[in-house]
């Protein structure tokens, strides 16, 4: 992998080098052209003049070529060591009846993943020829869902949709545990103190802060008391936010998390895991893959079959985002 990652920072640099030296020969032949174009303006322009802009333009043209062409060179050779280094015999572990009979299921997870992913043209496409019948009601859903995440992703960072729909769904999210509303107000109220608006970002805490603050909170939702007095110190720093100890809570990261802590919620309340199992799915394959082909191949060698059914001769080893129960693995 070390040798690939140099490779390929060799290949950017030859890259570079090259375009300069495609561009520097093209501009030089504009340059010649223009000078020829300004001298046939006022018939000052000899025969001679003219030969020689159509000589640079003829060894641009030429420069550029060998430079575009060493660069496929070598563009080639380099996807020709990544071949070599991840190589891989699919064949050893394809099992082309895996989902003969879960057709069905795997079309469904196909079109949920597009709604997911808010490409509704997609999913209707795919609905249409692979002949399902298309949810409209959970169409209308993850429509909603990604107007909403558009609109706090957006260059104004609009909360509104949001906080509405947290307000509307508190009691179900607070049963799950989900402190959405707090994190959508909190957003808020960085952003009016970014915003300079000090007097406004103190009234907003004032009206929304005090009751996650409260120590009758629900057991699923604990008090939030001691970020709320931590974000109240914020005031001290309100004229210098760049070079304070909240700096990094203003970060344009926190739109990113604030869409996605949204998209979470909806999702779960909607019955479905924060992320798209579709994705999960082709992740932990994608990890999976070296490592089963490499065990695969070593069994094959010393003729040994692994004919356990749904088990892995292996344990692979995945993010904890991707763990949804107790592994076990034989010590033998």
Known sequence: MDSLIRDCNKLAKHQSAS??????????????????????????????????????????????????????????????????????????????????????????????HFLREGDFEAAASFAREARLEL????????????????????????????????????DALESHGILLEFSLHRLRFLQLVEQGSASMALAYAREWFPRFGSASRPEAVPSQLDEIEHLMGIFIYARRLDASPYALLFSERRWEDGAHEFASAFCTLLGLSSASPLSVTIGAGARALPIVCKVSGLLRDKKVEWSQQNELAVEVPLPDDMRFHSVFACPV
């Open 19 to 112: 375009t300069q030296k495609a561009l520097a020969s093209v501009d030089a032949a504009i340059q010649q052209l223009e000078t020829v174009r300004a001298g046939l303006a006022n018939s000052s322009t000899r025969a001679e003049d003219i030969s020689r802009a159509k000589a640079q333009v003829e060894r641009a043209q030429s420069q550029v070529s060998e430079q575009t062409k060493e660069l496929y060179t070598n563009v080639a050779k380099y996807g020709k060591h990544v071949e070599k280094v991840f190589k891989l015999d699919l064949g050893v572990v394809a099992e082309s009846q895996a989902f003969e009979d879960k057709r069905s299921v795997l079309a469904q997870a196909i079109l949920l």
């Open 135 to 170: 949810p409209q009601e959970t169409q209308t859903q993850f429509e909603e869902m990604y107007r909403t995440v558009s609109a706090v992703r957006s260059a104004t960072h609009d909360l509104t949709a949001a906080l509405e729909w947290a307000v509307e769904h508190r």
